[in-house]
């Protein structure tokens, strides 16, 4: 792990990808560089945002972020992980039983934002986050569609 290592944003990036997720359908992103002073993350996304979608996503992040959310990780066993995540990015030694991250309690009514299975850290609760930042974005059509988030934290 760097030292330019960044819990705060690494969890913004699960909020930021749950929220994706959960209104688009996208695939989690592909790619990450997660930076203490500013981050970016790659989708493969069918297609550009407009400035109304970026402000209605950045208000939905933070809505998450401020709800101050339990980050909860729980085992499950890889095969089981495997039926409901896609693994491909998953080091095979990361071994039979996989750590899933979810932003938000599971065994909770409304149940979680996000899971993903993750050896990497995180905060606590998700205010600890700050305030997400939508810096910039752009939109390539090369592979179907590739959208590039920049983002950072203010706190
Ligand atoms: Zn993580």
């Given at each position: 792990?760097?030292?330019?290592?960044?819990?705060?944003?690494?969890?913004?990036?699960?909020?930021?990808?749950?929220?994706?997720?959960?209104?688009?359908?996208?695939?989690?992103?592909?790619?990450?560089?997660?930076?203490?002073?500013?981050?970016?993350?790659?989708?493969?996304?069918?297609h550009?945002?407009?400035?109304?979608?970026v402000?209605?996503?950045?208000?939905?992040?933070?809505?998450?972020?401020?709800?101050?959310?339990?980050?909860?990780?729980?085992?499950?066993?890889?095969?089981?992980?495997?039926?409901?995540?896609?693994?491909?990015?998953?080091?095979?030694?990361?071994?039979?039983?996989?750590?899933?991250?979810?932003?938000?309690?599971?065994?909770?009514?409304?149940?979680?934002?996000?899971?993903?299975?993750?050896?990497?850290?995180?905060?606590?609760?998700?205010?600890?986050?700050?305030?997400?930042?939508?810096?910039?974005?752009?939109?390539?059509?090369?592979?179907?569609?590739?959208?590039?988030?920049?983002?950072?934290?203010?706190?």
């Amino acid at each position: 792990m760097s030292k330019e290592y960044d819990p705060r944003m690494h969890t913004a990036e699960h909020t930021l990808s749950g929220v994706l997720i959960r209104r688009y359908g996208c695939p989690r992103c592909f790619s990450t560089h997660i930076n203490a002073n500013k981050s970016k993350v790659d989708f493969h996304f069918p297609h550009d945002l407009s400035p109304e979608e970026v402000k209605s996503i950045t208000e939905e992040v933070n809505a998450v972020l401020a709800r101050d959310l339990p980050v909860v990780a729980r085992d499950m066993d890889r095969n089981k992980a495997a039926k409901r995540f896609n693994l491909s990015r998953l080091p095979e030694s990361a071994g039979d039983t996989l750590r899933i991250v979810y932003i938000g309690d599971p065994d909770s009514s409304e149940g979680s934002l996000d899971a993903c299975p993750c050896i990497g850290e995180h905060v606590a609760h998700t205010a600890e986050c700050g305030t997400f930042i939508w810096v910039s974005h752009e939109w390539k059509s090369d592979d179907g569609g590739v959208l590039r988030i920049r983002f950072k934290l203010d706190r």
